[in-house]
Structures are given as structure tokens and as C-alpha cells.
């Protein structure tokens, strides 16, 4: 059951990402950044299967790079940067992440990122769940997009079991080890969250969902 107790929308009802929430599931939580977090990301973002994934084996970043980066982003108002915590744990694993906000179109950009120790206990699929249900629920948007490179089909499956609805391919959009990658085009509606909440194999079969969001 969803438990939400503030409102991140402001200045007569417009959305707002200055508000950084907490969000708890059964398995995960997640958080704002701090600057105390940078070694623990700065590991996660080296790890080779991370640059494989996300495309990203060309950028790096000093550590005083992703200090500022880390540190910044309680400050931002046009995106929300959220780490992801593995409860049982207490470890930082992970971001999630919503970014290019079109405030006319109610729209924003999603991804994410799992270290190795976040992965393969459904810890991802939770993160995401409580994510869209705050964008759509207490945000109010319209639309939450994402790109994933072709080769990476589990994570394709894991967008999909959430919500996400394959729209089409940008054919060779990515330059990866000198080779040129398709991106998969994924996008999940406000009105298809509202049918299935993050369950829509369940709701196709007349099962409710249930995105387990909790914000103090």
C-alpha cells in the first residue's frame, strides 16, 4: 500500500525536483546523495560490467569530478538523483535517476545503474517500481522515458516486467568499442501506471499491483 506524507509540488501546484524524497520498499531505499558517498560510486561506475552496459567506456571522470557531481545533486531543480541502498545490507548499490524534465510535455528521461552488489535479488525491479510510482503519483508526469543499448536484452525483460512498452530503435546511436549499437526506445504513460501500478502481467490477469512506496 502506498504511504506517501509530503508533497513535492509547490508554487501553486507545479512540479518541483527541489524536493529530494526518501523512499522505502521491502528490499531497497532510496536516497539523496552526498559528497560522502563519491568512493562508493566512484567504484560502482568503474566496475566493468557497469561501463559495458551504460555505453560509458570512453568517459572518465576524476575522483574530484564525481565529488562535485555527488555533492551537487540535493541542489538540482530540473532532475532527481537518487541512491539506491540495499536495506538488508545498509550499503549504497546503485542510482536511479530522472533527468531532461519537459515541464510542458510533463516527460522526463529514466536510468539507472546497479553495482555488482545490488544485482540479481530483484533489488533493481523494486528501485524502479518506487521511482515511476513517485513520478507519476506524487509528481504528476505525464510520460518517463529510457534508451537501452540492444545488446543488453535482461535489462529490456526488467523494463518491461515494471511497465516500460518498447517504442522503437535508434538504429546505431551508440559508438561502443568500435562498433556501432542500436538503442531501444522504452517509455511508460500515466494512465498505464494507473492500470497496472508496476504490474502489468498482473493486471493483464486481474491482479491489483502494489509499488510499496513509504516517504517519511
Known sequence: MTDIHDDPRTDGG???FAHKPILTGDKVL?????????????AILDDPEVVRLTGSGERSFSYEQLRSWYDSRSEQADRLDLGLVDRASGRLVGEL????????NRSCVFRVLI????????????AIRL????????????RVSLGVLA???????????????????????????GEWIDSVSMAVLAREWA?????????????????GVHTP
Open 14 to 16: 507545479r512540479v518541483t
Open 30 to 42: 532510496l536516497r539523496p546523495f552526498t559528497e560522502a558517498d563519491t568512493t562508493t560510486m566512484a
Open 97 to 104: 535517476v530522472l533527468y531532461e524534465w519537459d515541464e510542458l
Open 115 to 126: 553495482g555488482p552488489g545490488g544485482r540479481d535479488r530483484g533489488l533493481g525491479t523494486e
Open 131 to 142: 521511482l515511476l510510482a513517485y513520478a507519476f503519483e506524487r509528481l504528476g508526469l505525464h
Open 151 to 177: 545488446f543488453n536484452p535482461r535489462a529490456q525483460r526488467v523494463y518491461e516486467r515494471v511497465g516500460f512498452v518498447r517504442e522503437g530503435v535508434e538504429r546505431e546511436a551508440v559508438l561502443h568499442e
Open 195 to 211: 492500470e497496472h501500478r508496476g504490474y502489468p502481467d498482473a493486471a493483464s490477469a486481474g491482479r491489483s499491483g502494489n509499488a
